[in-house]
C-alpha cells in the first residue's frame, strides 16, 4: 500500500494550495481518509477528516473555515483544498489512512509527506 502527496510547495500569506494524495489501496473506500501536519519542532497534528464515503468531515480548529478535506473514490483520491494560509500553516503535510469509522492519530497507512511553505 502506498500513499502519495502533492501539490506542495512556496506560498504567500493568503494565498491558496491544493494536496492530493493518491492511494494505491484497492479497497480506498474502506478506509476514512485524513491529514496531519508537523512542523519544525512540534509534534504532529491532526488538520482534517473524510468519512469513507465522504459524507463526513472534520477539522481542527485552527484550519476550520480556510482548509476543505474532500475525496474521490473512483480515482482512490483524498485532496485538501487551503485557503488563506498562514504562515504557520508551514509544516510537512501527511495523507493517512485509517480503516476505523474516523482517522486516528494511529492510521494504518502514512504517506511519505510534502512540504508546504507560507511566506509572510
Known amino acids: 500500500v502506498q500513499l502519495v502527496e502533492s501539490g506542495g510547495g512556496l506560498v504567500q500569506a493568503g494565498g491558496s494550495l491544493r494536496l492530493s494524495c493518491a492511494a494505491s489501496?484497492?479497497?480506498?473506500?474502506?478506509?476514512?481518509m485524513g491529514w496531519f501536519r508537523q512542523a519544525p519542532g512540534k509534534e504532529r497534528e491532526f488538520v482534517a477528516g473524510?468519512?469513507?464515503?465522504?459524507?463526513?468531515?472534520y477539522y481542527a480548529n485552527s484550519v476550520k473555515g480556510r482548509f476543505t478535506i474532500s475525496r474521490d473514490n473512483a480515482k482512490n483520491t483524498v485532496y485538501l483544498l487551503m485557503n488563506s494560509l498562514k504562515p504557520e500553516d508551514t509544516a510537512v503535510y501527511y495523507c493517512a489512512a485509517d480503516d476505523r469509522v474516523a482517522v486516528t492519530t494511529r492510521p494504518n497507512y502514512w504517506g511519505q509527506g510534502t512540504q508546504v511553505t507560507v511566506s509572510s
Open positions: 489501496i484497492r479497497t480506498f473506500s474502506s478506509y476514512s
Open positions: 473524510i468519512s469513507k464515503s465522504g459524507g463526513s468531515t
